[in-house]
């Protein structure tokens, strides 16, 4: 069964523009439901990965809480651009609500609340991005800046988020001893309620009455109540990092046969703090700990039945991938003793399964992906894949680049860096294929699923001449009907080789 569901969310994706970034000299990236990283190796596609998870990292972390900033600003109103009277802002908010009774959908936030969530997002960007980006990254944020290069790493994130009348711009300076940040918000911009934030606060209201007669206990909670509209509105106003991110890195079958003895030399590093002298183990870098963290919270209880919680279009993308590629299923078991899971394949028709480290390293490759469509990752979230095509035969890249647009339309924003021509001939396929009509598809082997060419995003990382770092161009359909990765290329010299060497034969 086909996923055909699209997210309104996907829509409209920030446009991120990096210079002087490790490898990479200037790119312009345009983010698309679908982004393809193709190049040489060193030219900067993994930087610009990491970058991407960090920045949804720091924008969408649930730990950050709104309450204390909206709390300094009512306690400095005096030099803010809070309204006169915050209490009223929300009243009138409260009243805009009730008076729509039940159609609340797309509702602006009256100006006056407008103008102190502004404040808000205005100020609430730290210097603690670049500890982010650091720890993602495993270094420090100062070692980013281009080799040879005088200038500090610059990023600019740019968006018009749905439902925002008015372009944000931040902007980020990563210099050698500080991290400089300037958000640029316009000035009274309205912002959307979505209907079920908009029912959520009818829900609460009861508890923050703000009649004449509770007046001190309303001001008292006008600050919790403006803090959660701001954490409800911070993926907007965030330019959709404020979604969460999952990243799969490279060599995932490495590190799947590995996971449990790296985690438990950590541990027991950890619980030996103190005791002996510290350990000259090297650190590792976030997104490897992120994922080694999310393999060991899986949880899968007693009678887990996926589909009955799990978005079902995601859950289809997660039993293909099993079906037409694997052959067989990925379990997941806890020891009895300490919940800690432990990974086996089961080919169709087994009765027992295999240890995950005795399983082929495809299917090493693959079990993560399967877990993580599973278990963890939602709709308008994003998922990013190192060399999808690692360990598969061309076939399998063919059939796994298939899901991959399955999932997309499935309502997961993806992010790929890849060196395979197999996985750039499909997409083309499959881009193409969008401009043939549903019925006539399912005659056209590869399945029905389709991407419009709006949903697609392709960028080539070319080292340059000059500087020595790289330059990154957005590719799109040639007259061929294929990406021009310059694949091509090898392929003639490859031919042109293999005829002089005929030629020579027998000379």
């Not at 100006?111 to 603690?128: K, P």
């Amino acid at each position: 069964m086909e996923a055909a569901t699209t997210s309104r969310s996907q829509d409209v994706l920030p446009q991120l523009e990096v210079s002087d970034f490790g490898p990479i000299e200037h790119a312009t990236i345009n983010l698309r439901p679908l982004s393809v990283f193709i190049g040489p190796s060193n030219t900067g596609k993994s930087y610009l990965a990491v970058l991407l998870y960090a920045l949804h990292r720091y924008f969408g972390d649930s730990r950050r809480h709104w309450f204390p900033r909206v709390q300094s600003i009512f306690d400095h109103a005096e030099t803010s651009a809070l309204a006169d009277d915050p209490v009223a802002a929300i009243t009138e908010l409260i009243s805009k609500l009730f008076e729509h009774g039940k159609n609340r959908e797309d509702l602006l936030l009256p100006e006056s609340v407008a103008d102190i969530l502004t404040t808000v997002f205005r100020n609430a960007i730290g210097s603690d991005l670049g500890n982010e980006i650091s720890r993602c990254f495993g270094f420090g944020y100062a070692a980013l800046r281009q080799m040879n290069g005088a200038r500090s790493p610059r990023l600019t994130i740019r968006a018009q988020p749905t439902g925002v009348h008015g372009a944000i711009e931040h902007v980020v300076d990563l210099g050698l001893d500080n991290v400089e940040v300037e958000s640029k918000i316009r000035e009274g911009m309205p912002m959307t309620l979505s209907g079920n934030l908009a029912n959520d606060l009818v829900r609460r209201w009861p508890f923050w009455t703000m009649s004449g007669a509770d007046e001190q206990r309303a001001r008292v909670f006008a600050p919790h109540f403006l803090g959660l509209l701001a954490a409800k509105l911070q993926p907007s106003i965030y330019t959709h990092f404020g979604h969460p991110a999952y990243y799969l890195p490279a060599d995932r079958t490495g590190i799947m046969h590995a996971h449990r003895v790296v985690v438990s030399a950590v541990l027991g590093n950890a619980s030996m703090a103190g005791i002996r002298p510290a350990s000259q183990m090297p650190m590792m870098s976030g997104i490897l700990a992120d994922f080694l963290k999310t393999l060991i919270n899986l949880d899968e209880p007693a009678g887990f039945d996926a589909r009955r919680s799990r978005p079902k279009e995601i859950l289809y993308v997660c039993e293909a991938i099993e079906a037409r590629i694997l052959k067989g299923s990925v379990l997941m078991e806890s020891s009895d003793v300490i919940k800690y899971p432990q990974f086996a394949y089961k080919p169709n028709g087994w009765k027992k399964s295999l240890p995950l480290k005795n399983a082929s390293s495809m299917v090493s490759e693959l079990a993560p992906v399967v877990l993580y469509l599973r278990h963890q990752v939602e709709r308008d979230e994003a998922l990013i894949i190192e060399e999808p095509e690692s360990h598969l035969h061309p076939a399998m890249q063919v059939e796994f680049t298939r899901q991959i647009a399955a999932l997309v339309n499935a309502g997961v924003q993806v992010i790929i860096t890849t060196h395979s021509e197999w996985v750039l001939e499909e997409l083309a396929n499959i881009v193409r294929k969008s401009s043939v009509s549903q019925s006539a598809r399912r005659e056209i082997g590869g399945g029905s699923v389709a991407l419009r060419r709006r949903q697609v995003g392709a960028w080539l990382f070319s080292l340059s001449g000059e500087s020595g770092g790289s330059q990154v161009t957005q590719i799109d359909l040639d007259d061929s009907g294929l990406y021009p990765s310059g694949f091509d290329d090898v392929a003639a010299a490859l031919h042109n080789d293999w005829a002089q060497i005929s030629r020579k034969i027998g000379q």
